[in-house]
């Protein structure tokens, strides 16, 4: 079975701090996806990764950054948080999609995140 | 802008009925569709995929695939109250960088 780990389940943090938030994964796969996911929105795409070193901007990324140094490892990282970054967080792994695109993506537990 | 729509419900069903949720989708490109269940409090568990037109089944469970309506259906035959959650519909787009595109969801609430 797939494993994504989430470094936290709960996390408050203050205004102006600087966040890191961290997933890794056991499977092996090319790609990893941070969303964001808040009642009646849905789950929103912040920044994706397809391998090593590489990402690309989702829909909202403003206000956040990724490392992506190891395949097993990429990290969400708030920049200075606000209060409308309070969120559930996220995490998921895949390998990477064939012409079929037809790979699941696996999630983790979440984290949620609140900022005071 | 893709956009996979989902009715928020909550749909309600008795036990061991059949229950039904819908979605549709805008983009005639996507072309593989996921159903995940979210319990509440919890993330996102995968529970079927499909890509071909037509029927997939697996258990209580049955994905039904309309490229040409842009729908796309998940069956849960015998509900039982453990089935009460949020159902999310995702849909990937080759052309949208792999990427999925996620409904909010329907709640189901499987009444005993």
């Known amino acids: 079975d797939v494993k994504v780990t989430q470094s936290s389940r709960y996390l408050v943090k203050r205004t102006g701090e600087k966040v890191f938030l961290e997933c890794v994964q056991d499977m092996d796969h090319e790609n990893m996806f941070w969303y964001r996911q808040d009642p009646g929105l849905g789950l929103r795409l912040i920044y994706f990764s397809y391998d090593v070193k590489m990402k690309e901007k989702g829909d909202i990324p403003e206000g956040y950054s990724v490392s992506r140094e190891k395949k097993e490892r990429f990290s969400l990282i708030l920049e200075s948080a606000s209060t409308n970054q309070t969120s559930m967080y996220l995490c998921?792994?895949?390998?990477?999609?064939?012409?079929?695109?037809?790979?699941?993506?696996?999630f983790g537990d979440g984290t949620r995140l609140s900022i005071l | 802008q893709k956009e996979v729509e989902q009715n928020s419900g909550p749909l309600s069903v008795p036990e061991g009925a059949i229950a039904s949720l819908n979605c549709t989708y805008s983009?005639?490109?996507?072309?593989?569709f996921f159903w995940y269940r979210q319990y509440s409090g919890k993330s996102p568990e995968l529970i079927m995929f499909?890509?071909?037109?037509g029927d997939k089944e697996d258990g209580r469970f049955t994905a039904q695939l309309n490229k040409a309506s842009q729908y796309v259906s998940l069956l849960i035959r015998d509900s039982q109250p453990s089935d009460s959650a949020t159902y999310l519909c995702?849909?990937?787009?080759?052309?949208?960088?792999?990427?999925?595109?996620f409904g909010a969801g329907t709640i189901l609430r499987v009444k005993s």
């Open positions: 983009d005639r490109g996507s072309q593989s």
């Open positions: 995702a849909v990937n787009n080759f052309e949208y960088g792999n990427k999925l595109v």
């Open positions: 998921a792994s895949r390998l990477p999609d064939t012409s079929g695109g037809n790979q699941p993506q696996h």
């Open positions: 499909i890509y071909s037109n």
